[in-house]
């Protein structure tokens, strides 16, 4: 295949993933045909097909594409090859507030649109495919080496479900967040008062474990 076919594919995937995201999005996973989305990407029926198999390995693929951006970008700021418990009680600390500074910036830049957002809630509340990243995973053995507990004790998972409920609960509910910011998309002050927000939540956790120790200097 010539390099200039391969791209014109590799452009026709990425039509198709946009306006899959976007059509999931407004009408969900039942509303949304195959020729509807390929009619607006301007992009041919046999690529789904191609490249997805289906309909079904479409919307899993859309999962699949922002999980690998996640786990690219984390892979700049965390080596999953060390293991949470191989690093000190400040060495965990530090590098959970690290994820959490830099999880806000991929999250709230504007090409991280609030379609995916929506399609993340509704693959969460319809099961369609399992959310979870390496980046996730990590997330929670840091929390259960911090606490000293083992990462299924129910207690890891609340701290490890509402730290994550601070970082997206902006993004959940865009109408109303930027509705009263009176604005079209968060920047950079706004991003910065999130990390603020996140900060002050991750330094009440950490005080359970270090009284009167207040980690305000994220890594």
């Not at 200039?4 to 999931?24: G, M």
């Not at 490249?51 to 899993?60: N, S, V």
């Not at 830099?102 to 495919?129: G, K, P």
Request: glycine share 4%; charged share 25%; hydrophobic share 40%.
């Amino acid at each position: 295949m010539s390099r200039v076919k391969q791209d014109e594919k590799e452009k026709s995937k990425q039509r198709i993933l946009n306006s899959a995201i976007k059509l999931f999005a407004q009408k969900g996973y039942d509303g949304v045909g195959i020729r509807e989305i390929c009619k607006d990407a301007n992009a041919n029926i046999c690529m789904i097909s191609y490249f997805w198999g289906g309909k079904e390995g479409l919307y899993k693929g859309i999962i699949d594409n922002l999980v690998e951006k996640q786990t690219q970008i984390a892979k700049t700021f965390v080596d999953f090859e060390i293991e949470p418990n191989a690093l000190n009680k400040n060495e965990q600390i530090n590098l959970l507030f690290k994820i959490f500074d830099n999880m806000v910036d991929f999250m709230y830049c504007n090409e991280f649109s609030h379609h995916i957002i929506r399609v993340l809630i509704s693959a969460q509340h319809e099961r369609r495919v399992e959310l979870t990243s390496p980046l996730l995973v990590y997330i929670r053995k840091l929390i259960a080496n911090i606490f000293n507990k083992d990462i299924n004790d129910k207690d890891v998972t609340y701290k490890f479900l509402f730290l994550i409920a601070q970082l997206n609960s902006a993004l959940v509910m865009p109408v109303f967040s930027l509705g009263q910011l009176k604005k079209e998309h968060f920047d950079k002050n706004d991003m910065k008062t999130i990390k603020n927000n996140i900060k002050l939540y991750l330094n009440a956790l950490i005080n359970e474990v270090n009284k009167g120790t207040k980690y305000d200097k994220i890594y």
